[in-house]
């Protein structure tokens, strides 16, 4: 199974210096029959696709709690066994955790397919969603407005032999 696991560039240094994602349990975010039903389509590039973009705003969520990160999304997609990531059945729907997994354990880096992350001219948009988010959540229509703009930007794809290059 592909799983979607949201990080920061820091936290993909942390995961390049220890070889691994983890310790567990991680978040992460895959197609999972809530996400199915939520997209409401059969085509898995589709599915993989929205399961990407929530691992996106999940990362945009750390980016908020760390404010000394640099303002840049990250997302890692990982191949796990099907019996290492686990929806909550009852929370399949709850729109805050649609395609939302947990992998119990720490995961090798070596079995990250790719990277994905912002481009750097994603920064400002990035910076203003994350100083947005809380206004956001609390129903603030401009605030969600601006969260929105960060999602305007495509996460772009890494090979897993370019984490150095991120990370400088």
Do not use: C, N
């Amino acid at each position: 199974m592909r799983v979607y696991v949201p990080l920061t560039l820091p936290g993909l240094a942390q995961a390049h210096k220890a070889g691994e994602l983890g310790p567990g349990p991680l978040t992460a975010y895959a197609v999972t029959p809530g996400l199915r039903e939520w997209y409401v389509s059969d085509d898995i590039e589709e599915l993989e696709y929205a399961a990407l973009s929530r691992a996106a705003a999940a990362s945009l969520r750390l980016l908020a709690a760390d404010p000394a990160a640099a303002r840049r999304r990250v997302v890692v997609a990982v191949d796990v066994p099907d019996t290492a990531a686990t929806a909550d059945p009852d929370r399949g729907l709850d729109p805050s955790s649609v395609g939302e997994v947990r992998v119990a354990g720490p995961v090798p880096l070596a079995k990250a397919a790719a990277v994905h992350a912002d481009a750097d001219d994603a920064e400002p948009d990035v910076s203003a969603a994350a100083d947005a988010l809380g206004a956001a959540d609390m129903g603030d229509d401009d605030a969600q407005f601006t969260v929105d703009g960060a999602e305007d930007h495509e996460l772009l794809w890494f090979g897993v032999q370019e984490i150095p290059g991120l990370i400088a």
